[in-house]
């Protein structure tokens, strides 16, 4: 297992970012974890400036829904950010494609992010790039604000600043962001707004906020009503994002008026039967194939499958921790030598709740061949490659590429064959799979399993 510095060990890659990576890297003696994120300034030496400023911008920060910033570290040719590990993965991760999640729990997540950026605002930062991906969930689910590679101060000592750079993704940008300059505080608000949409409906409403766009138009005109997303959401919901999503930012609700919004108050809780009259859950079934939907970008989760991978329950191991990790110093010296950066042949790997895996009855080479088989028949190409990973490149209905694997690891003699997006949409990937998984229904075992399991697990070899 490679080393990182003494005592510290190289963990899976968490992610991947528009310059690098974010790799787990876990305490030798102690099994505390911290996430890293990590530039190569010979890859991108542009990144250099910019890495400087987010990690100038997120020390300043502390409040339990925005991940912790732990430290920094420099070297001659890799940048590198030390932040709190979010074992629960992306909020993006648990919105189901068309559908949501239900109501209680949107509005869970969305309290919290609300509460995150009442905090920001109140110290002059604008984030400037929340989204589904950006918020990622820890191990008691609860919401951290993460990536701050492109917020900034707009208040400084009571005096506010326009923002001028256009800067996000552009399903989530206010729209006055794209004709600048801007205020900050509106354009963060409408973000979570779309963001309220997508966790409600499963969809986002609109490519960009821009009036030339159809979806965008007919909502400034108010002819949404039977149209996608917004015929899925009940009238309290609607109400509020209508007052978030209004184009012209002086007349947006603000925090305080969010806050006081008769959907933010309603007490709903998991098994609260007003979930049912109120959430867009139950509404919202029914696949719509002619909507217009789409979500920006997603990140690639778990890239290093190529290689042999091997599973520990990180929880279980003893004095396994998510507070401050204790022998944090050590990893910001820059003396110490940088050992091998690459991945390690044997590398930790954390299950975290993800939809699209299923466990089957067949075994490995009949599992590969039965899946692409049926990839065949829906005019998918893949390939396969030695170690039985199955990689699938199309296009989505917007043209963009699509790429996903499906990588077979054995779990105590069962077989878990666990998809993965690479590249493109993922509410788009999540639909191919469940198209997928529907087709390969008489391998697929129904039983129960209990897993995350704290086994050793391999790939097929
Ligand atoms: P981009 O600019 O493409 O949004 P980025 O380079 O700024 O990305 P981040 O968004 O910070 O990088 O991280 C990329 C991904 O890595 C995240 O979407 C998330 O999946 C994972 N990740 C980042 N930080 C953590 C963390 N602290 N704990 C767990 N996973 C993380
Ligand atoms: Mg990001």
Redesign the pocket.
């Known amino acids: 297992m490679a080393e990182f510095v003494d005592g510290w060990f190289f963990g899976h890659t968490?992610?991947?970012?528009?310059?690098?990576e974010?790799k787990?890297v876990i305490n030798k003696t102690t099994g505390e974890a911290v996430?890293m994120?990590m530039i190569d300034l010979q890859k991108h030496p542009d990144a250099k400036q910019n890495m400087k400023k987010e990690a100038t911008v997120h020390r300043m920060l502390s409040n339990p829904n925005i991940?912790r910033y732990y430290g920094q570290r420099s070297e001659a040719t890799m940048e590198y950010i030390f932040?709190?590990?979010?074992?629960g993965?992306?909020l993006f991760d648990r919105i189901e494609p068309d559908i949501g999640m239900p109501s209680w729990e949107a509005q869970r997540y969305f309290k919290q992010l609300i509460s995150a950026v009442e905090y920001l605002h109140g110290h002059g930062v604008a984030h400037r790039?929340l989204k589904p991906?950006?918020l990622?969930l820890d191990d008691k689910d609860n919401l951290?604000v993460?990536?701050f590679?492109l917020a900034t101060v707009y208040r400084l000592q009571g005096r506010e600043r326009l923002l001028e750079k256009r800067c996000g993704?552009l399903p989530y940008v206010a729209p006055e962001v794209l004709v600048h300059p801007y205020r900050a505080e509106p354009a963060d608000v409408w973000s979570c707004g779309i963001i309220l949409v997508a966790l409600l409906a499963g969809e986002l409403p609109w490519d960009e906020a821009n009036p030339q766009c159809p979806e965008y138009a007919a909502w400034i005109e108010a002819k949404y009503m039977s149209l996608t997303p917004w015929k899925k959401l009940d009238t309290i919901p609607l109400g509020l994002i209508r007052n978030v999503l209004i184009h012209a930012p002086v007349s947006r609700f603000k925090i305080t008026d969010i806050k006081t919004h008769r959907w933010y108050l309603k007490n709903l809780c998991k098994d609260n039967s007003e979930d049912c009259i109120d959430g867009g859950r139950l509404k919202c079934l029914r696949y719509d194939e002619e909507a217009i939907t789409r979500l920006g970008?997603s990140?690639p989760?778990f890239p290093d499958t190529e290689n042999q991978v091997f599973q520990i329950n990180l929880d279980e191991r003893p004095g396994f921790s998510f507070s401050q990790p204790a022998a944090l110093e050590d990893l910001f010296l820059s003396t110490q030598p940088v050992q091998n950066t690459q991945t390690s042949q044997n590398t930790f790997q954390r299950l975290v709740k993800r939809m699209t895996r299923f466990f089957v009855k067949t075994d490995c080479e009949e599992t590969v061949r039965t899946l692409v088989k049926t990839l065949k028949e829906q005019n998918y190409t893949c390939r396969v490659n030695d170690v039985g990973i199955v990689t699938v490149s199309t296009v989505d209905r917007r043209k963009m590429p699509l790429v996903f694997k499906a990588i077979m690891v054995e779990m105590d003699g069962q077989i878990l064959v666990d998809f993965r997006l690479s590249k493109g949409c993922g509410l788009e990937f999540k639909r191919r799979f469940i198209r997928i998984k529907e087709r390969l229904d008489s391998v697929i075992f129904k039983g129960s399993v209990t897993w995350p399991i704290a086994v050793a697990t391999k790939t097929m070899p």
Request: aromatic share 6%; net charge negative.
């Open positions: 968490l992610g991947e970012g528009a310059y690098g974010v787990l996430a994120k991940i932040l709190e590990y979010a074992s993965g992306e790039d991906e950006n990622l951290k993460s990536d590679g993704t970008l990140q989760e």
